[in-house]
């Protein structure tokens, strides 16, 4: 109930994120729905980029040939999306998936579509292999299929209706069912695990973890450090290891943050005896931290958290039985250890 109510109250003061990554489900049904309406233009894509996601310069994420059409490449659109500070339309309360997952997922997914005919996508027929090589197993991988067979169904029902006046060859429409990146990136949000959360000892780990791990010469974390936490996961076959050393040029901070979030979803350790930060839990006060952390630097100074704290200890209906949290700490805080101080009050 803490929790909740300490989180509950920025959503009053704040109408969107200061900033914000990865993508969600309406903005991948958004670029899904252009897609599949042959929107493919430079004018189209400029405009959805800039209105519905708030980048400024929005030619600066894709390429068109000279006449403006059919050349955008959609993975690397959606790579450069995920890995964007965007303004609105984002959240980290709503379920994403962070550019870590993003880029490991298109990996995985052009390694099957190269083999394929299908100009990049993947048939319906193809999908099982593809899950299984991210651990899904067959009561699963069956429930996703099923799903999409009656989705492809509606889709072919709305199309036939609205095109009454030609005529269509309903075999020749079947043909059609092809998944794009888009499509995919939404099939695996979309079972995405819940997860069990974090509790207070592996929150302290990612504090260590994230001042003594080595750095790049960007300031983002070694690749490699990166690539242990998610071989840990075993959310793949271990073929796949490699496609877990992203090359991203971020700040260290900001990954912290997206490593504890996708921690919190896919350990697979369920805690029963230890007192835990749910997934809901962590979500809020990602969104809490990126709403307050006015620079966007990923880090809280001591003027950001004081902002926070005093917000939060006038809207609180109950206050916690440790007493409100003081500003009592020197320095920035990374996530990892706001975290830890408000755990240690709203347990």
Request: negative net charge; contains cysteine.
């Amino acid at each position: 109930m803490h929790f909740k109510s300490a989180v509950i109250l920025c959503a009053l003061y704040f109408i969107t994120s200061a900033w914000s990554i990865g993508l969600n489900s309406e903005q991948l049904c958004v670029i899904i729905k252009l897609y599949e309406n042959h929107n493919i233009t430079e004018k189209n894509i400029t405009q959805l980029t800039k209105e519905f996601f708030g980048i400024r310069e929005p030619k600066e994420l894709f390429d068109c040939d000279s006449n403006g059409t059919n050349s955008v490449d959609l993975k690397k659109w959606l790579l450069k999306l995920a890995y964007k500070d965007k303004k609105t339309n984002d959240s980290f309360e709503t379920q994403m998936l962070t550019p870590f997952e993003v880029e490991f997922f298109l990996s995985v997914f052009t390694e099957h579509a190269n083999g394929s005919n299908q100009d990049g996508c993947l048939s319906l027929q193809q999908l099982p292999s593809v899950l299984k090589d991210l651990k899904l197993d067959d009561t699963e991988i069956e429930k996703v299929v099923e799903k999409l067979k009656v989705k492809h169904k509606k889709r072919n029902f709305l199309k036939l209706n609205y095109m009454t006046s030609k005529f269509f060859n309903l075999n020749s429409i079947k043909a059609q069912f092809v998944i794009t990146e888009a499509d995919f990136l939404l099939i695996m949000l979309e079972i995405k695990p819940e997860g069990y959360g974090l509790v207070r000892q592996q929150i302290e780990k990612f504090i260590d973890w994230f001042d003594n791990c080595p750095k790049t010469v960007s300031g983002s974390i070694e690749p490699t450090e990166i690539q242990k936490i998610f071989i840990e996961f075993g959310m793949a076959d271990p073929k796949h290891d490699s496609k877990f050393l992203f090359k991203s040029n971020r700040s260290a901070e900001k990954e912290l943050m997206e490593l504890m979030m996708v921690t919190a979803e896919r350990s697979r350790t369920e805690h029963i005896e230890e007192k835990c930060t749910y997934t809901d839990i962590v979500q809020m006060f990602l969104n809490d931290f990126a709403k307050y952390d006015v620079d966007s630097d990923g880090f809280f100074t001591e003027e950001e958290f004081s902002t926070y704290l005093e917000l939060a200890r006038r809207e609180m209906y109950d206050p916690p039985k440790g007493g409100h949290p003081q500003n009592d700490y020197v320095g920035n805080i990374n996530f990892a250890k706001f975290l830890k101080i408000m755990n240690r009050y709203y347990e």
